[in-house]
């Protein structure tokens, strides 16, 4: 998608003047970024800009990244408008992003959405709370280092069916300290079938499937488990080889099932999680805390993990967890993980952890810990630190200490300074440091 600089500068002052909008806002960053992986300091100017009318039911996202000294490392990320043509249907059309069996990616193209009217008489029809058909096309682009996925076309179609369970219980879940909203106290069973048919380096075909069943009352076991609450996650992908279904193979399956184990306790914390997970991992920069996972890893992975979560306190939770793997690169091995999270006063949070995993020629030790905090009420702080002992056939032991932290600052209820950086350090590998300053503006106008 070509587009012109100048006019690019010139789009926000255009949208926010120009246009008698129900409401406009979004943020404006202009910072640095110096990247070990890169030769330059670059240069960055971010924006976001979202207009939402109510009354022509119209929502559009502008959102870009100009990048110097490499103008062409410049970007569009979003440039989409949504229309709400009546209450069941939605058409998204421009540059926009989608999350899927195929991950995180921007598409350049049409998506439609339809919710199917589910009143009935039935008894079984009335559980059924939702029906939606969504169809989209395009061609798939790469943005930046986030959105991956590039190809020629991809052409798509998803149906999903939600049906309510009974609901028993009428308490509320506090929210997780170890996973941000980790349970929904939904009772339902959901089932999504999707076609896909794209072109990436060659032209494929997948079925994706997903099921979800979430009950008070529980499914499976319950002699041992008593009536308790249960969630089940199950997800995969049916991939051909060379267009042909004769050759066909699973791209990726993740099954999450979760028992918890006292139906007394209102915050349904305390629970056992079984979890197999077989995937590839992108080829992305992984984040910070991705860098000590012992999972974490270029090729093909099945994971098996048995993990017990509970807490010591109303602010302490800790998660033990074991787990067999088995990847392309590296052999099959057992790993072992702790983890502690601490709630503190005035919102203080600590975590740390520990992982370890064997595999047939490679050993891997990590310790982690960060901390996160408010020092007063218009900064944030976090720290994290982390230690890795590595043991691998290709450079032998290699000891590597990391550290990250990041700093915000609110100058005034729209202007705000952001920080980050992060340093680590090997004794057998190439050092690696990122950092960003960005100076970040929030806008909010509404106009009748």
Request: aromatic fraction near 12%; proline fraction near 2%.
């Amino acid at each position: 998608m070509n587009f012109s600089i100048q006019k690019l500068l010139l789009l926000p002052l255009v949208l926010s003047g120009g246009v008698c909008a129900h409401q406009l806002y979004g943020s404006v960053e202009i910072g640095v970024k110096s990247d070990s992986q890169e030769k330059d300091l670059l240069l960055r100017h971010l924006g976001f800009i979202n207009y939402q009318n109510s009354n022509t039911k119209t929502d559009a996202v502008f959102d870009y990244i100009i990048q110097q000294p490499h103008l062409s490392d410049s970007s569009i990320s979003q440039l989409y408008v949504e229309q709400t043509l009546n209450n069941n249907n939605h058409i998204t059309f421009g540059r926009f992003n989608r999350f899927d069996n195929l991950g995180y990616y921007t598409l350049d193209g049409l998506q439609y959405q339809h919710k199917l009217n589910t009143s009935s008489d039935s008894d079984w029809q009335k559980n059924i709370s939702n029906i939606s058909i969504n169809s989209y096309a395009g061609k798939p682009v790469r943005t930046d280092d986030i959105h991956m996925l590039s190809g020629d076309y991809i052409v798509g179609l998803n149906t999903q069916v939600r049906w309510l369970l009974p609901t028993h219980n009428s308490h509320q879940s506090n929210t997780s300290l170890y996973e941000p909203k980790l349970t929904s106290l939904a009772n339902d069973i959901s089932a999504t079938v999707g076609y896909q048919a794209l072109k990436i380096a060659q032209a494929s075909q997948r079925l994706n499937l997903s099921l979800s069943a979430k009950s008070d009352e529980g499914f499976l076991a319950t002699d041992i488990f008593g009536q308790s609450r249960q969630e089940f996650n199950l997800s995969s992908s049916l991939a051909t080889l060379d267009n042909s279904w004769d050759k066909s193979e699973f791209e990726d399956l993740t099954l999450d099932a979760r028992f918890y184990l006292n139906k007394t306790n209102n915050n349904h914390q305390q629970f056992l999680q079984i979890r197999h997970h077989y995937y590839n991992p992108e080829l992305s920069r992984p984040t910070f805390k991705q860098r000590f996972y012992s999972t974490y890893a270029i090729g093909k992975i099945a994971l098996t993990e048995l993990a017990y979560h509970d807490q010591l306190s109303r602010n302490t939770r800790y998660r033990i967890a074991t787990r067999l793997s088995n990847k392309q690169r590296g052999g099959k091995g057992y790993g072992l993980q702790g983890q502690l999270t601490h709630l503190l006063n005035n919102n203080w949070q600590l975590e740390s952890s520990i992982d370890y995993l064997s595999l047939e020629n490679i050993k891997l030790s990590s310790m982690y810990a960060d901390i996160s905090l408010s020092p007063d009420a218009y900064s944030q702080l976090s720290i994290q630190a982390a230690l890795q002992f590595e043991d691998k056939p290709l450079y032998g032991k290699n000891k590597m200490f990391g550290l990250q932290s990041s700093y915000r600052y609110m100058f005034n209820a729209n202007l705000f300074l952001s920080f980050s950086l992060e340093l680590l350090n090997n004794t057998n590998k190439p050092d690696d440091h990122l950092g960003r300053l960005y100076l970040v503006y929030y806008f909010d106008k509404e106009q009748n």
